[in-house]
């Protein structure tokens, strides 16, 4: 069994930026393409990045594309989300998931774990 932990979300300002964290535990982390997705109150779950296994391929949602950074640290087992300039339309609760499989997809379906979330809100 694998489990997710994200982390790292908090309040920020618009134009601030915040780095999440999604610690791997329980089984190998090897050949899984890591993604994270988003959801707003009122809205569905939808696709921010993904990278592959070894980091080579990553796809980024158009609205984040230029200000958010998805990268991997194999050895910890960890895969973070570095998010720049952030606007009010990015607040939700940000999800990190993995897939046994070592191909990116933008779709939530295709992923098999989850973490249980963490909340980022960008105010003034």
């Known amino acids: 069994q694998i489990q997710l932990t994200e982390s790292g979300g908090t309040l920020v300002q618009p134009g601030g930026s915040l780095r999440l964290s999604c610690v791997m535990s329980?089984?190998?982390?090897?050949?899984?393409?890591m993604g994270w997705f988003r959801q707003a109150p009122g809205k569905e779950r939808e696709f921010v990045a993904t990278?592959?296994?070894?980091?080579?391929?990553?796809r980024y949602a158009d609205s984040v594309k230029g200000r958010f950074t998805l990268s991997k640290d194999n050895v910890k087992k960890t895969a973070y989300l570095q998010m720049n300039r952030l606007e009010p339309a990015d607040t939700a609760v940000y999800y990190c998931?993995?897939?046994?499989?070592?191909?990116?997809?933008?779709?939530?379906?295709?992923?098999?774990?989850w973490g249980q979330g963490t909340q980022v809100t960008v105010s003034s």
């Open positions: 998931a993995s897939r046994p499989l070592d191909k990116v997809s933008v779709v939530s379906t295709d992923y098999q774990y």
């Open positions: 329980g089984r190998t982390f090897s050949n899984h393409a």
């Open positions: 990278v592959s296994w070894t980091g080579a391929i990553t």
